[in-house]
């Protein structure tokens, strides 16, 4: 069940049965020469709108920019700063919770996201820990999960990529893509076949060090097969954890 | 061109040719018995995702969690403050800024979105209004657009439902989410057949004047083929403003 | 009754009468070669006074600087950013509702302000619509008005001065001020007779469309005494709206 | 020279003969049972208007609403945050640092600002401070004088009123304020003809200990005469603390 | 008793006591050719830590970085910007409220703190004030001591010093911190013996006219001896000052 | 080297030789039975301190309140929100650079800081990732490093505390506080020997989950001798970390 594609009335009904929501949430930045640029934002999309397809989900709207800074240096990439995540994602629980929603599972596809998130849910908490019963807003929790993350889909994701799955502009996050959106693969070839790694700072450094755009990966071994091998396997992952956290 | 289904040297390519881009910007909110919560989001997106296909424009991320709080009191509607709002749009463009974006047309489905992006527009201005060359930031103009008020949109609304086409939870806007997820039609019988109309303040005193949600319309009258007209108009407005202000 | 012209007391005894009061509203900033830099601030303030005179109607304080961030290159304007505008109006609103204040009509001198009220009154009422019954504030409404708004005052501008009434500098809002202060009645030879219109961003680029501050009109039409018959026009437009409003 | 009495050529012509302008700054907040609520921005800009009569010094719009949150359980009393306010200051002397001006002396009407002017000031410089070179204003200086705190002003205040002063609803500010505005002088019985004085921290806190908002003083001690005395030594002492700030 | 040195439970033992708590607050700044740059932080905090040896007195962690933009000119200063600050108490104290904290006395050891703090002091009252009885915080009361204003301390340095005490960078300050942390004297040749004397701005003003840091003091002037004597000296007015605040 | 015991000049000199610093940052937040509130504060303090005795290492002021909302259901713990925390980094992280600083190492006690310090990265990379050349700030690095997380840290704690290492109120960070503080070592029985493990929200939440504080360990198991042992391997791993991070 998808928020945007439903009536009032019928999440009315949903809050009957739960009290439980996923949020995509992704990025906008720079996949190298044949990454997505919303590829982060899509793959949560794609793999939470194929789990509320056969189970009672409900799917928000996804949250499709957020921390890039660094991917700055590479033309479409967009970012929020820290500070406005927060501040957007507390409004996004705040509002949720007002209908009495109690658990918020942010699907995540983005790895620089995940301090910013985690720093939003002390913030949201923070509300209520300091305000006790005088709180504004009652006890939701939120829970983080990267749709990578899910043990099977890690394990494929070695096995079939190895040392070329990388950290940035991985194989599996473009297959994914490739599957869901197969008019939009890109071609191109890549030198050195496996990209560099390493820390990086600002967009300046991170151009700097990597220059087309990639960190670690080999992107060119994607194909949409496997990629509909990752959501079948992340989507397993996601129900799982949602009826778990849901249940909590 | 899809900002999320290109890859950065695309953008670079597109850059070349144009300094102007699209962002459909819309809101997460109850559109009555009928309407899907995603409707003002869905619209801009719908419309400004088939003006790109047969024209040279760069359409970015939906903006979908708007202005809404005179919505909350019902279920899956979502907002942001004004004052975070201010704060995601004014790193967005920031962002674009950096890569040589000079023209930004926000295509906007909701009416309660436009004092809030007419107010983040004077602080990205005031920025370098307020520092001039020292300024951080390159000079990049802004400018919005409702879906809605290109005069033949308008006009084919107020011909075709007349008085039943109201101000929230229209037919004009129900008949556009219709055409694009037939599969997400919904129905319901309203009472009155045209709904109230007024002022509103906050979520309660919405929900006390508006008790199923629409404000003055009759969102039955809806149909999808109507919804495929009004895009095809909106399509032909959008294209000519964004030539116009890319131009200007 | 003026608001600083009062005691505790008087103020105590006003609520007992009535919960609604009126602020003027206005702009800091340049109104071409024969406009007074305050204008915005003084034609709300002057008819707002006039109004207080023989009606039962408490105004407020005046907010002066309002959002002028594209008059900037011209000296003496002041702005303040959206945000801050926003949070100051929180601020205003948040201490009258202390008192039992429901009623906050902001009386409105300048057209840029417009988008930034508005989008302050959302941030107001979303305090209550997330927090309902925990809220921190009771459910204080909010109006705007611009003081050249009222039908019967249009319509005399439309009259009176046609074609040269434009949109800033109007020989209107001239005509008030030096019907008010007929000391700092100022003349000059402005060219063309009529300035130019059009869209604008930022300070830069409002000096190089509109050289000398004046937009689409002809403020040297303005004489004191068509001023005397706005500002009579606009206080019982304003009566009528503050009485409405106040009983709503 | 008034700034909102004056066009913005009269205001370039000014820049090239000084670089200082005077800002009133006050509060809007309860002043015991004969005090006006506007008294502290009432007399920074009654003395302040005063001074600009016979010298050549621009005076702009009065900061009419301050730290007042103490006084909130007074009705009509109004207060920004101080985190509000120090943005608004921000703006104001950004704004007016755009035009060039080097020196903005804040001319006060209340203690309670004086902590948060300040703090005002540091976060300021503090943008230059932290980044020189790089900054994106020039190296505008700020000054704060209280109306009160010249010493012949103080001298009479102490001669004339002796333990009957206080500290809140003073006789001298209530004077003041019966010299410019005879029409609104309030009577009324107090009792303890001197109020206590001593510490306080919130609204509930002051009411409790000043039931009618005087701190320490007779206020009945005031009449104009001695009001138009205190703004003439006032004034004074204002024309030559700008003279030196300018010139510094 | 230190909080950093105490378990959770000896605090809720401490609460049943005493509701009250020392937080000492400094800055991180250039004290001249032999101040050392924590002696804003150091001197309250070793002076309340002597305190509470042998006083049932609660210190709190030392909030080590102030208002000290001025001081940026020279190396290894360090500040916040006073919204930054405001920020920050407010969080302390609202996290010590949650408790059951009452009374938190700030004691201090930077000039150039106080307005600061006394800004956030009416932040944290304004909760309260503006939300009354719906309000999310208790009425904890705040108070700010300097280390330096004890008379009794004052006194000693007028006597000790002389015109050589000047305002920073004092023969006073660097003499606790001798007394404390032998090992970490230093010795220079200050020349002029006095420093200058004079009112700043920004870090760059501060540093042309306070070449070497000092503000019109000879810190040449201070021994370990006569830092424990001030320290024993404001010992005494702090437990004073803690026992009266604590039972108001 | 400490910069609180050094003079500005002292500091010039290092800045010729390095451009690194390093900054403990931890909490202050309850520890369980036996545990110091400081301790997250304490460890990065007390082993930084250590390891600039014997090596060409500058050591900032601690960082002593962080995200601990989650322990505010037990006395004596304080947070910042993440907000405010961020904001506070940045402007901690801005000095420096101000200085000429170019990396930043946080040495963090405390495992709920870690993507509140990495959200505050980002935040400052922002800056300049949005800005450019026309940054107001140069391009510092900063860098995050755990006491515990060197090797042989945690190898020395898996080996001597095993399965009673747990996470919050470990024995090794008690170790490290009762060898820097003997006279602060505190004893109690505890029941069960080893904590429940798990994950929390909010403050209500983590004391219901884990009433003494502690989670998954056994404190008891600690003793000042391993606390030295400690100290001396993460010493060694700051030194290392620290020379590479300088160097880099």
New interface residues.
């Given amino acids: 069940m998808?928020?945007?594609?439903?009536?009032?009335?019928e999440?009315?009904d949903y809050?009957t049965r739960s009290k439980a929501i996923v949020i995509p949430i992704g990025s906008?930045e720079?996949?190298?020469?044949?990454?997505?640029?919303?590829t982060d934002?899509?793959c949560p999309e794609i793999i939470s709108h194929e789990a509320q397809k056969d189970a009672d989900i409900l799917v928000?709207?996804?949250f499709?920019?957020g921390?890039a800074?660094?991917h700055?240096?590479?033309?479409?990439?967009?970012?929020?700063?820290?500070?406005?995540m927060?501040?957007?994602i507390?409004?996004?629980v705040?509002?949720?919770a007002?209908?009495?929603f109690e658990r918020v599972l942010f699907f995540n596809g983005h790895g620089?996201n995940?301090?910013?998130?985690?720093?939003?849910?002390?913030?949201i908490?923070?509300d209520?820990?300091?305000?006790?019963e005088?709180?504004?807003?009652g006890?939701v929790?939120?829970k983080l999960d990267n749709w990578w993350d899910y043990k099977p889909v890690m394990d494929m994701c070695m096995k079939t990529y190895g040392k070329g799955h990388g950290s940035h502009a991985t194989p599996s996050e473009v297959a994914v893509t490739q599957w869901a959106?197969p008019d939009?693969i890109?071609t191109?070839e890549v030198s050195p076949t496996i990209a560099p790694n390493g820390r990086f700072?600002?967009?300046?450094?991170y151009r700097n060090k990597f220059p087309d755009?990639r960190m670690g990966s080999d992107p060119t071994l994607a194909n949409p097969e496997d990629g509909g091998k990752l959501v079948a396997l992340s989507v397993t992952g996601l129900k799982s954890s949602f009826e778990t956290f849901a249940a909590s």
């Fill in positions: 998808l928020l945007h594609h439903s009536t009032w009335q999440v009315d809050l906008t720079q996949h190298g020469p044949t990454g997505l640029i919303g934002a899509l928000g709207p996804t499709n920019v921390c800074q660094h700055l240096g590479f033309a479409g990439s967009m970012t929020l700063r820290p500070s406005t927060i501040a957007a507390h409004d996004w705040s509002s949720l007002v209908h009495g620089g995940i301090a910013t998130i985690n720093a939003a849910f002390s913030e908490y923070a209520r820990s300091l305000a006790g005088a709180s504004n807003r006890p929790k939120c959106y939009s890109k191109a700072t600002d967009a300046e450094d755009g």
